[in-house]
């Protein structure tokens, strides 16, 4: 089962401060970890630590869906969870070494700790995370509905454009030639950049040859087993990017 996912790193790294923020103030005032009694400077520190952990962990997930996604093309419920599951192992393991640090001496063993600790902190934190995940969504949408900016090695070379009207790129030399939609007219600008800078600045492409690059949301079809057709316009896929279209 397909689901959307945004695998922009900087909007889930927004969510990752809001957790740290979340984990400081539930660790302060809950003490989840307390042992018999801790001053006040203590436990300051033992909740920085607690919500950095939280920090860490979410923030190396947002690299690692990134690198999934894009290289599957697709998030499916199967990659949702699993990404859940990697987050909370590494969370409990970093947190349980903050446990049976110096800083706290706790007694629990990993299993006590695991039941008696972190399921409830998981169960916590887990509707907080679907809820930020589910808004990181409204993010990209809103981004993707803004013009971005496409520009070359010269002054001149530039072109402003909605993401929607982006239908393809491919290679002229040293030059790109970027197809683009007018109202129902397909027009076409040159601009010297290369391919590689494209996909760089814009993710949301997809590369189908080593000289073209294509907006997914504008493909139609195949027309044969090395054609696709497009908006208004047909390109050639070679055998080493053909699973970036069998995704789609």
């Excluded at 957790?19 to 307390?34: Q, S, T």
């Excluded at 087993?225 to 789609?248: A, D, F, G, M, W």
Aim: aromatic residues 14%.
């Amino acid at each position: 089962m397909k689901i959307k996912l945004n695998p922009s790193i900087e909007h889930h790294t927004i969510i990752a401060i809001v957790l740290m923020i979340w984990a400081f103030l539930f660790g302060f005032l809950a003490r989840p970890f307390e042992h018999g009694y801790m001053d006040l400077k203590i436990w300051l520190k033992v909740s920085a630590i607690f919500s950095i952990a939280i920090f860490v962990s979410y923030f190396i997930i947002a690299i690692l869906q990134n690198k999934i996604y894009n290289y599957l093309k697709k998030w499916s419920i199967i990659h949702e969870v699993s990404i859940y599951i990697i987050l909370f192992c590494f969370y409990t393991l970093l947190t349980f070494y903050l446990y049976r640090s110096s800083l706290i001496n706790g007694f629990y063993n990993f299993n006590e700790f695991f039941f008696e600790i972190s399921i409830n902190i998981v169960l916590i934190v887990t509707p907080i995370i679907i809820v930020a995940r589910k808004y990181t969504l409204k993010l990209i949408i809103k981004s993707e509905e803004e013009s971005i900016i496409i520009k070359g090695d010269n002054k001149l070379d530039i072109l402003k454009i909605k993401p929607s009207n982006l239908v393809c790129i491919s290679n002229a030399q040293n030059y790109v030639e970027i197809y683009y939609l007018e109202g129902e007219d397909l027009k076409t600008k040159l601009i010297r950049s290369s391919l590689k800078k494209i996909l760089t600045d814009f993710d949301f492409l997809i590369q189908i040859h080593r000289s073209h690059l294509i907006n997914p949301t504008h493909f139609q079809s195949w027309k044969d087993s090395n054609t696709i057709e497009l908006s208004k316009i047909e390109l050639p896929v070679s055998k080493s990017y053909k699973n970036n279209v069998l995704h789609l």
